[in-house]
């Protein structure tokens, strides 16, 4: 009987890899919810990993009891497949360990090219702005303790101030949001599936609903119109077609009115709550 369970369990965790990834790459709906897409998404894929470590626990916990039996072809196979379940998610934990490792290297060492060149930090709720100089209109989160924004001179002499306050709220909602750690299990996830379309677009479709996930919830604090005219801002500036294509999308939905707006007074201002 426990060989049944840990082999439905084994077959239902890798269905799951498998076909979560559908949630985000197939269909526009999320382009409308972003945010409920990457929810359902996060939920299949820890149900995938719940129903892994459940399957390795029961196949492990079974062989240590097939041990002490005699030998008959159902403890014998419970043993093989609880040993060898381990084994597998051993190996598996030492794969993602080591490809996962890259990618936070070479966040790590983008946070630490920008540091010399920090003209000024300033403490606000919830996250510390750092200015550092620099021609090109950049603005990002670095989540970490404190979570940081980081954001450059560039940017601000192009924006005017509420549009600037509507980027920064969109940062500020990468940071509340954990989208980070969304996209690094996104990777992590596209590194288990087969070296196909499904990896890439996995990878693309995550960047991209993190993006306007943050867009929706900055448009709810700061306004849709100021980040939309930030947004084609800046992609007049950079020829981005993405960027347009978002301001678009803003300008296209529909928002509550200015009255339920949750915009907190003085925004992202100093000791302001966000």
């Known amino acids: 009987m426990l060989f049944w369970v840990v082999l439905a369990c084994g077959i239902a965790s890798i269905a799951v890899a498998l076909l979560a990834p559908l949630l985000l790459t197939v269909g526009r709906w999320q382009l409308l919810h972003p945010r409920t897409a990457l929810s359902v998404w996060f939920g299949?894929?820890?149900?995938?990993?719940?129903?892994?470590?459940?399957?390795?626990i029961i196949g492990v916990a079974g062989a240590v009891a097939a041990s002490h039996?005699?030998?008959?072809?159902?403890?014998?196979?419970?043993?093989?497949?609880?040993?060898?379940?381990?084994?597998?998610?051993g190996a598996?934990?030492?794969?993602?360990?080591?490809?996962?490792e890259p990618v936070l290297s070479s966040e790590t060492g983008a946070l630490h090219s920008l540091a010399p060149i920090a003209i000024s930090r300033e403490q606000r709720r919830g996250f510390t702005l750092v200015r550092f100089e620099s021609d090109q209109p950049i603005a990002f989160a670095a989540p970490g303790r404190p979570p940081e924004i980081l954001l450059s001179t560039g940017m601000e002499s192009l924006l005017p101030s509420a549009q600037l306050q509507a980027v920064l709220?969109?940062?500020?909602?990468?940071l509340r949001q954990h989208h980070a750690w969304a996209?690094?299990?996104?990777?992590?996830?596209?590194?288990?599936l087969p070296r196909t379309h499904s990896a890439r677009a996995l990878r693309r479709a995550t960047t991209l609903l993190v993006e306007l996930a943050a867009d929706d919830q900055a448009a709810r604090l700061a306004g849709p119109a100021h980040l939309a005219n930030a947004l084609s801002t800046l992609a007049a500036a950079s020829n981005d077609a993405g960027l347009e294509l978002r301001a678009e999308?803003?300008?296209?939905?529909?928002?509550?009115?200015?009255?339920?707006?949750?915009?907190?007074p003085a925004a992202f201002a100093r000791d302001s709550s966000i």
């Open 183 to 192: 996209t690094r299990i996104a990777r992590i996830n596209a590194l288990c």
């Open 249 to 264: 999308r803003l300008v296209d939905k529909r928002w509550p009115g200015a009255v339920k707006r949750r915009r907190p």
């Open 69 to 89: 039996t005699p030998i008959g072809s159902e403890t014998l196979l419970m043993t093989i497949l609880g040993w060898a379940g381990l084994g597998a998610f």
């Open 169 to 174: 709220a969109h940062e500020y909602a990468h």
């Open 44 to 56: 299949a894929f820890f149900i995938g990993i719940g129903l892994a470590l459940a399957g390795l």
């Open 92 to 100: 598996i934990a030492a794969f993602v360990a080591v490809s996962a």
